[in-house]
C-alpha cells in the first residue's frame, strides 16, 4: 500500500504563488508518474500537471505558463509551482501517483487534498 499526502495549500491574493507539495510513502514500490488534479466548488475533477519518470510533462490549459510541476524520484516527492494565481485556480488540489512495484505491478494512488483559495 502506497499513501501520498499533499501539503502546501492556503489563502493566497490573485498574482501570488504557492507550491505544493506530495509525499508518497510505502515498501518496495517507484513513482512511474506523478500528477497534480484539482476540483473547484461544484465542479468536475480537472487536470493539472503531470510528468513522468523521464520528466515528460502535460499541463491543464488553463494553467500553461504559470505553473511547473517537478519531482524528486529518490526521495519520492512531487512539486506543483503555482505562479500568478487567480481566483478561479481555487480548488481542492490532488495527487496523483502511478506506482510500480518490484515485478512491475501497476497501481494508482490518490491523496487526500489541500486546499488552495485565492481570494482578494
Known amino acids: 500500500q502506497v499513501q501520498l499526502v499533499e501539503s502546501g495549500g492556503g489563502l493566497v491574493q490573485p498574482g501570488g504563488s504557492l507550491r505544493l507539495s506530495c509525499a508518497a510513502s510505502?515498501?518496495?514500490?517507484?513513482?512511474?508518474?506523478m500528477g497534480w488534479y484539482r476540483q473547484g466548488p461544484g465542479e468536475q475533477r480537472e487536470l493539472v500537471a503531470l510528468?513522468?519518470?523521464?520528466?515528460?510533462?502535460n499541463y491543464g490549459d488553463s494553467v500553461k505558463g504559470r505553473f511547473t510541476i517537478s519531482r524528486d524520484n529518490a526521495k519520492k516527492l512531487g512539486y506543483l509551482q503555482m505562479n500568478s494565481l487567480k481566483p478561479e485556480d481555487t480548488a481542492m488540489y490532488y495527487c496523483?501517483?502511478?506506482?510500480?512495484?518490484?515485478?512491475?505491478?501497476?497501481?494508482?494512488?490518490w491523496g487526500k487534498g489541500t486546499l488552495v483559495t485565492v481570494s482578494s
Open positions: 510528468i513522468t519518470n523521464g520528466g515528460t510533462t
Open positions: 510505502g515498501s518496495s514500490f517507484s513513482i512511474s508518474a
Open positions: 496523483y501517483a502511478n506506482t510500480r512495484d518490484s515485478s512491475g505491478y501497476g497501481r494508482g494512488y
